[in-house]
């Protein structure tokens, strides 16, 4: 097995992006495309999952939908997978807004998550991730 290429994120590396209430990006900002290694034509109209890593269990993806879904803001750690296989970490918050066109809609901004931030985050998926292989 390959070992994937982690991107760290600098410190002020900051993701921004814009979905519609299915989760298709309408936005997507230059930070965003140059750490997932997409252009902005080959993320807009895609759903968010198009970055989405094998390694991040449904459950968190299913509490995020769940939060946000209710008017909340969602926050946590995720690993995301790039164009080329490769993957990185980030804090993300989610915000459900309304858009310029009165349509309902996601804001998520994304941040470098630390190490520590992300082996306990790693720690805590790994469990998940074995609770759901054995469901």
Known sequence: MVAQKETVLDDYAFLVSETDEEGVILFANSDFCKIA????????????????????????FQDL?????????WTGYVKNATKSGGFYWVYA??????????ANGYLSCRR????????RAEYLYKGWMKEEKAS
């Open 112 to 119: 470098k998550a630390s190490r520590d931030e992300i082996e």
């Open 37 to 60: 290694e997409y252009g902005i034509d080959e993320l807009i109209g895609q759903p968010h999952s198009i970055v989405r890593h094998p390694d991040m269990p449904k459950v968190a």
């Open 93 to 102: 918050t989610v915000y459900p807004f309304i858009t310029q066109n009165g």
């Open 65 to 73: 939908w769940d939060t946000v879904k209710s008017g909340k803001v």
